[in-house]
């Protein structure tokens, strides 16, 4: 199973964003018209509240490095082996 975090923000600002995110071995990807950030450090958690905290982490990191801002982790996807997908609302 694999996770993503979609990132909640600017065009600009998560452009900026993946200026710095190779040297993290995350990924910022456009998928359809959202932005998601994948990481190999997701692979090893199982619930999406670890893996909110986790992209929470990355992005507050690739921001300070790049200097982007009005970044956000929104919305938590997995997807199955199946390919069908279990979503997780951001809370508040």
Same mark, same amino acid.
């Given at each position: 199973?694999?996770? $993503?975090?979609?990132? *909640?923000?600017?065009? /600009? ?13 995350? $990924? ?10 994948? /990481? ?10 670890? =893996?909110? *905290? ?11 490095? /790049? ?5 956000? =982790? ?10 069908? $997908?279990? =979503? ?5």
């Amino acid at each position: 199973m694999d996770w $993503k975090a979609q990132i *909640e923000g600017g065009e /600009s600002a998560i452009t900026q964003l993946q200026s710095g995110s190779g040297a993290t071995g995350a $990924k910022i990807i456009r998928d359809g018209v959202g932005w998601f950030l994948e /990481s190999p450090e997701f692979s090893v958690l199982s619930d999406h509240t670890e =893996v909110r *905290e986790k992209a929470n982490t990355i992005l507050n990191a690739l921001a300070t490095a /790049s200097g982007a801002s009005g970044v956000a =982790v929104g919305t938590i996807i997995r997807i199955h082996y199946d390919n069908s $997908k279990s =979503v997780f609302r951001a809370e508040g």
